[in-house]
């Protein structure tokens, strides 16, 4: 079984910056194509950004477009996002998402798309 733990959330005034954390267990991480995806209360969860399993394609909502920035280190089997200039509107739970199998240089946006997921995590900016 596959599990996904996220940290790294918080309250953080507009303007600052976080970086969420997903650490993935199992020995499979570097075959996972690996996403974010942000739920505001009352919300559908939406796709943040996504990562191909070889690390050299990312894919961005436009909304955190040159803001965020997701990474990976396959060594650690653990998923980042480096969140600047952050909103009051990016307050929500960050869930981090993994799917086995396809293509290496592959990313993925829909929720759907993915198997495993994790807890969540919490992340208020203020204004």
């Known amino acids: 079984q596959v599990q996904l733990v996220e940290s790294g959330g918080g309250l953080v005034q507009a303007g600052g910056s976080l970086r969420l954390s997903c650490a993935v267990s199992?020995?499979?991480?570097?075959?996972?194509?690996m996403g974010w995806f942000q739920q505001a209360p009352g919300k559908e969860r939406k796709f943040v950004a996504a990562?191909?399993?070889?690390?050299?394609?990312?894919y961005y909502a436009d909304s955190v477009k040159g803001r965020f920035t997701i990474s990976r280190d396959n060594a650690k089997n653990t998923l980042y996002v480096q969140m600047n200039s952050l909103k009051p509107e990016d307050t929500a739970v960050y869930y981090c998402?993994?799917?086995?199998?396809?293509?290496?240089?592959?990313?993925?946006?829909?929720?759907?798309?993915?198997?495993?997921w994790g807890q969540g995590t919490q992340v208020t900016v203020s204004s």
């Open positions: 199992g020995r499979a991480f570097s075959a996972y194509a």
């Open positions: 998402a993994a799917r086995n199998g396809g293509y290496s240089g592959a990313y993925y946006r829909q929720d759907y798309d993915y198997n495993y």
């Open positions: 990562i191909s399993s070889n690390g050299r394609i990312t």
